[in-house]
């Protein structure tokens, strides 16, 4: 990625925190993968096998991992991942932010706005809304009546805050996310079933990122909360009291069932479920399409249906593939054991004559 900023090898490596090996002065105009790498750009090798595909490229310098070194000069830092993305960060700074709102904005009455705020074209605010400094209310935005959103948070295009929802600081939301819509809740013995009122709230804590079409429901009573620093991927359900703790991880197509307990720092991969009324201990992973039926404890490592221990799904899943063959050797066995019996029936008629 060429990016009409350039600096130097030097003052990378300052900013990343890394070993410079090499002439500090080089001038590096962007960043690239090793496929795509065009002089001037510095690229991320992780592992010896890339090493040499990054060398025979055009790549000006390369990010390495500790145990690595390379021709061209080059960064070495203890972090690799994390000084790759600091370095696009680097190559591509923030835009200019506008402030002020919108003519084709509604503001709602009693509405408080921190310093510098960005309200877009169409975006709803209702009554005695809280803003806070630096915040930034993309177009068609819905922020519902006393709803708040922290300093320096990001709301994208089409995203919709019900009422008293709050959001904190830094916190990034995705397109199409809605926080605060009723729970799942009904009296289901009823004819139809009968709704339960959900009179709870969502709250986001700091530093938090939400994907795309993230829904997290309102509890019945209390709150449903996301945690400080917890990132959610697209297209995650989150339903009504879930307790989601701080820096979790959870993946695509992830669903939630209501008044769970996510412990903090855990990951879920694409395509969990979990049930309700559970808690799972901190730590945890749980592998994609993982059914969690009952309680994890705190550092549980498990997939499958029902989730269980990784490592005895991977045996089962192993076992699984044989059977297959094992089905065919029981067929001939079975065979032969029909044979034998024969055999048998001929010499005792033979002996009885």
């Given at each position: ?153 990001q709301i994208h295009p089409g995203v919709y805050l019900y009422h008293d929802v709050r ?100 990951i879920l991969g694409g395509q969990v479920g979990v049930g309700d009324h559970l808690t ?64 048998l029936g001929t010499l005792r008629e033979e002996r009885d004559g």
């Open positions: 990625m060429q990016s009409g900023f350039a600096t130097t090898l030097g003052d990378l490596a300052n900013h990343v925190g890394g070993e410079l090996v090499g002439d500090a002065s080089l001038l590096l105009s962007g960043i690239a993968d090793v496929d795509h790498a065009r002089h001037g750009d510095v690229v991320f090798v992780e592992s010896e096998r890339v090493l040499p595909h990054a060398e025979n490229g055009e790549a000006s310098a390369v990010l390495l991992p500790p145990a690595l070194s390379s021709r061209k000069p080059f960064v070495r830092t203890g972090t690799p991942r994390l000084a790759f993305a600091r370095a696009m960060e680097l190559f591509a700074p923030p835009r200019p932010q506008c402030s002020g709102i919108h003519p084709s904005a509604t503001v709602g009455k009693g509405v408080t706005l921190g310093d510098g705020v960005w309200i877009g074209p169409q975006a709803v605010l209702g009554d005695n809304v809280t803003i806070g400094a630096r915040a930034r209310i993309g177009p068609q935005c819905y922020v519902g009546d006393r709803a708040s959103v922290g300093d320096d948070s959001v904190g600081k830094r916190v990034i939301i995705h397109s199409g996310t809605v926080l605060g819509a009723d729970g799942f809740g009904y009296i289901k013995e009823m004819s139809p079933p009968y709704k339960v009122p959900q009179l709870g709230t969502v709250e986001v804590e700091d530093d938090v990122e939400l994907g795309a079409n993230v829904m997290v429901d309102r509890a019945t009573l209390g709150v449903t909360r996301i945690g400080a620093g917890s990132k959610i991927d697209n297209l995650v359900q989150i339903a009504h009291n879930v307790q989601v703790g701080r820096n979790c991880l959870i993946c695509a197509q992830t669903g939630i069932s209501g008044s769970t307990v996510l412990e903090d720092s855990i799972i201990g901190q730590g945890t992973v749980v592998g994609a399409q993982g059914g969690v039926i009952s309680d994890l404890a705190p550092g549980s490592f498990v997939s499958g249906y029902p989730a269980g221990p990784h490592r005895e799904k991977m045996k089962v899943e192993a076992a699984i593939k044989r059977v297959p063959d094992l089905l065919r050797t029981i067929r001939q066995l079975m065979q032969r054991v029909e044979e034998l019996d024969a055999e």
